[in-house]
């Protein structure tokens, strides 16, 4: 895998294109580079689920040029609530409307995945450059001189002049570069999206509604105007469960139950696909940049789910991406290693605040009453104050400094 091809007339490879691939495809196309996005699904697209987004993956949407379409599809929650699922109390309530957006200068939003991405898509393709190929998986890199090359799973060859690899969770470019293991969690998701009609009548809030119980929890919230329904179960597994995606059953997930309140139960038979994913994340490393090739979203961060940031991170990371080849120009080892500069630190925050959050969602016991008494009687402000750190990130400040 070898080549004397000067490197600036070639492609900046993407590997992957999920919302991480699909942002820095956009992120490196608003920079000038032409862009090749090399997918291993037959099509590119998302998951059938929603996702929530804080203000500062609103924040990234500007700083890509996609912000006013990102906020056409999005739906903006009253609040946050949280619920303890064993007798219904409330635990805590965050509002997200004028108040919360003057803080942070942007909303709280949730939003089908499908429309994030298309989102993205649209911009990256208005702007430049993009070749996208499908059912392409890269299955090994090689960097020599100024450019970097693949090699997918049909043995063809791709020539870049740098790679950014957003493969994911299980990325490649990660084995082999850092080729560090998964921590599985021992956690099981299951998700479904379900039309308005389908969904109970007294769960019909416009909030980013949780309920927590012992070693499980449940989320909900609105999509597409209400006309949907966005539903996550999670527990924790009484297997020994490996990292990915297998059958289930709706027996499975009441067996996880039998304790929760009546009106959060009706959560748990409302999925229709019985997907069950078992989820990991890994430890946080101080390197993400190899030469020419870096990585992104959760190749780079893999997070559990619980602060509802991945995707938010990803949108980060293609911003400051861009942003450290705007400063760095063509010199891609040192434009990476102001990227990666700019974004472990804050990252491994997320994953570490992601597995805490965890353990106070699945609390029993008295450490259960601990968490229900938490948030009594915090004003909204003193909330703000403690996630000034996540929401109030800014394009215009991610750089780390020299
Ligand atoms: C249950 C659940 C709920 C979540 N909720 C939220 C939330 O509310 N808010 C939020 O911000 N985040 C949330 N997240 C996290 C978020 O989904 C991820 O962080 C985000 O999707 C990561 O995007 P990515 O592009 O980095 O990776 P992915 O979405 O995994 O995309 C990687 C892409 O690379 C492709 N690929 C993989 N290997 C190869 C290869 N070798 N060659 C070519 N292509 C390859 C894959 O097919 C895929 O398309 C949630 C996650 C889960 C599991």
Not at 1 to 10: D, F, G
Not at 86 to 91: A, C, G, H, S, T
Not at 190 to 216: C, H, M, Q, T
Not at 230 to 253: D, L
Request: proline share 3%; glycine share 10%.
């Amino acid at each position: 895998m070898s080549t004397s091809i000067s490197s600036r007339a070639l492609p900046v490879l993407v590997a992957g294109g999920g919302i991480g691939g699909v942002a820095a495809a956009l992120a490196l196309a608003r920079q000038g580079f032409a862009v090749k996005v090399l997918e291993q699904a037959p099509q590119l697209g998302e998951i059938g689920a929603g996702i929530q987004l804080g203000p500062n993956a609103f924040a990234a949407f500007d700083a890509l040029g996609i912000g006013e379409l990102a906020r056409g599809r999005a739906v903006y929650t009253d609040e946050m609530v949280m619920h303890d699922a064993l007798d219904e109390r409330l635990v805590g309530r965050i509002p997200t409307g004028e108040a919360f957006r003057a803080r942070f200068g942007n909303p709280y939003a949730v939003i089908h995945r499908a429309d994030i991405h298309t989102s993205l898509l649209e911009g990256a393709r208005a702007h430049g450059h993009i070749e996208t190929l499908t059912g392409t998986r890269i299955e090994a890199v090689q960097q020599e001189g100024d450019t970097v090359t693949v090699r997918d799973q049909h043995g063809q060859i791709h020539v870049g002049q740098a790679l950014i690899g957003a493969d994911g969770v299980k990325s490649v470019v990660r084995q082999q570069y850092v080729g560090d293991a998964a921590r599985v969690s021992g956690h099981v998701v299951y998700r479904a999206v379900v039309e308005k009609n389908d969904f109970p009548e007294d769960l019909r809030w416009n909030a980013a509604s949780i309920w927590v119980g012992p070693n499980y929890h449940l989320v909900h919230y609105p999509l597409r105007g209400g006309e949907q329904y966005n539903v996550v179960v999670t527990f924790h597994s009484r297997e020994q469960e490996e990292w990915g995606v297998r059958e289930g059953s709706r027996q499975e997930v009441q067996s996880y139950y039998s304790d929760c309140c009546p009106r959060a139960r009706q959560l748990i038979d409302l999925p229709k696909s019985w997907k069950r994913w078992a989820t990991a994340d890994r430890e946080p490393i101080g390197q993400w940049s190899f030469g020419r090739a870096t990585l992104l979203g959760d190749a780079a961060h893999p997070t559990l789910q619980y602060i509802a940031q991945g995707a938010c991170m990803a949108l980060e990371d293609a911003v400051t991406l861009g942003q450290a080849l705007k400063r760095g120009g063509n010199d891609w080892p040192q434009a990476l290693r102001l990227y990666e500069r700019s974004r472990i630190a804050r990252t491994a925050r997320v994953v570490l605040s992601a597995r805490e959050m965890g353990r106070i969602f699945h609390a029993s016991g008295v450490e259960r009453l601990v968490r229900n008494d938490l948030w009594k009687g915090r004003t909204p402000q003193r909330f703000y104050d403690a996630m000034e750190w996540l929401y109030g990130w800014k394009a215009e400040t991610c750089l780390a400094e020299d």
